[in-house]
């Protein structure tokens, strides 16, 4: 019997983590990656995520090691972010930083230190048009400007193969549509689950643990639906703000200044209470990405 923290933390996983940290799943997931993966390297597979790194709130990522040569780290999103090849990066030096200390590696001796080989992913599950394949911490971080580090992000897009990767991405959209046209009853959850066991849809994982993705789903809408009415207050306050700041100091200027000011106390409000990211709280605000400059700077 699952003890109450195993539980705790599996209604806290998304789907996505709750599917791969079964072994058989990750198996399978490594042999989309690798089509050659021997068995001897499957064997050596170990689940090494680092909980709640990645994302706040419901935990979205992956990372595995496959013997002691390759990392790799995952990460699922339904929604443009141009963000991960950073995010990627603060995790992956996280992980190296732990091997080192693990292998008692001296990193000052002559000899060179082997490290696992980092390999990214974002599993794309959105259906607004990505033509990315490669997100890269040059063009998304830097500006274009190619420095002494990058990072490559290599994003899956649902593919005609139906493996276990493109049977993650159908769930979701699915997932995704039924609760736009019935709703985010448990009730319509279990619905969900059905419809997608009839279209032999990870039949097998959702048969298995039915009860356990309901709760997993029902948390991961409780707390968008949160997520998104405490982004929604937070625009209408800074809206308030910024109209009774124009008000004092001059219509065209103070609105100006009072609109950046509201939306620099919602931004804050958002890293404090919801432990966000300065860009992804633009992002929540709807901030259009060529404005960042005018509030990252006062962030930081």
Same mark, same amino acid.
């Given at each position: 019997?699952?003890?109450?923290?195993?539980?705790?933390?599996?209604?806290?996983?998304?789907?996505?983590?709750?599917?791969?940290?079964?072994?058989?799943? +990750?198996?399978?997931?490594? &042999? %989309?990656?690798?089509?050659?993966?021997?068995?001897?390297? #499957? /064997?050596?597979?170990?689940?090494? =995520?680092?909980?709640?790194?990645?994302?706040?709130?419901?935990?979205?990522?992956?990372?595995?090691?496959?013997?002691?040569?390759?990392?790799?780290?995952?990460?699922?999103?339904?929604?443009?972010?141009?963000?991960?090849?950073?995010?990627?990066?603060?995790?992956?030096?996280?992980?190296?930083?732990?091997?080192?200390?693990?292998?008692?590696?001296?990193?000052?001796?002559?000899?060179?230190?082997?490290?696992?080989?980092?390999?990214?992913?974002?599993?794309?599950?959105?259906?607004?048009?990505?033509?990315?394949?490669?997100?890269?911490?040059?063009?998304?971080?830097?500006?274009?400007?190619?420095?002494? +580090?990058?990072?490559?992000? &290599? %994003?899956?897009?649902?593919?005609?193969?139906?493996?276990? #990767? /493109?049977?993650?991405?159908?769930? =979701?959209?699915?997932?995704?549509?039924?609760?736009?046209?019935?709703?985010?009853?448990?009730?319509?959850?279990?619905?969900?689950?059905?419809?997608?066991?009839?279209?032999?849809?990870?039949?097998?994982?959702?048969?298995?643990?039915?009860?356990?993705?309901?709760?997993?789903?029902?948390?991961?809408?409780?707390?968008?639906?949160?997520?998104?009415?405490?982004?929604?207050?937070?625009?209408?306050?800074?809206?308030?703000?910024?109209?009774?700041?124009?008000?004092?100091?001059?219509?065209?200027?103070?609105?100006?200044?009072?609109?950046?000011?509201?939306?620099?106390?919602?931004?804050?409000?958002?890293?404090?209470?919801?432990?966000?990211?300065?860009?992804?709280?633009?992002?929540?605000?709807?901030?259009?990405?060529?404005?960042?400059?005018?509030?990252?700077?006062?962030?930081?």
């Amino acid at each position: 019997m699952a003890s109450e923290n195993e539980i705790k933390r599996n209604i806290k996983d998304s789907v996505f983590s709750a599917l791969f940290r079964e072994p058989k799943y +990750l198996r399978k997931l490594c &042999k %989309v990656l690798k089509p050659d993966v021997t068995e001897e390297e #499957l /064997d050596s597979i170990r689940d090494v =995520t680092i909980e709640n790194i990645l994302i706040n709130g419901l935990h979205n990522d992956l990372a595995f090691t496959v013997g002691m040569l390759t990392l790799c780290l995952f990460e699922a999103q339904s929604t443009r972010s141009y963000n991960i090849p950073y995010r990627m990066t603060s995790y992956c030096i996280e992980k190296l930083r732990e091997f080192v200390i693990k292998n008692q590696c001296n990193l000052y001796g002559k000899k060179a230190v082997r490290l696992p080989v980092p390999r990214f992913y974002m599993v794309y599950t959105g259906t607004e048009e990505l033509s990315e394949d490669i997100l890269t911490l040059t063009d998304t971080s830097f500006g274009g400007v190619k420095g002494s +580090l990058e990072a490559e992000v &290599k %994003v899956i897009h649902l593919s005609k193969e139906n493996n276990i #990767l /493109d049977q993650y991405i159908k769930f =979701t959209r699915i997932s995704d549509e039924q609760v736009r046209i019935n709703g985010r009853s448990r009730e319509n959850m279990a619905r969900i689950i059905d419809m997608c066991v009839e279209q032999d849809i990870l039949c097998e994982f959702l048969t298995s643990r039915k009860s356990e993705v309901i709760n997993i789903m029902d948390v991961l809408f409780n707390e968008e639906y949160a997520q998104k009415m405490y982004v929604l207050d937070e625009k209408k306050m800074a809206r308030e703000e910024g109209r009774a700041e124009g008000e004092a100091k001059g219509r065209a200027e103070g609105e100006a200044k009072g609109r950046v000011e509201g939306m620099l106390a919602a931004v804050r409000s958002l890293m404090s209470n919801m432990g966000t990211s300065a860009e992804k709280a633009l992002s929540m605000l709807g901030i259009p990405q060529n404005e960042w400059n005018t509030y990252l700077p006062r962030l930081g």
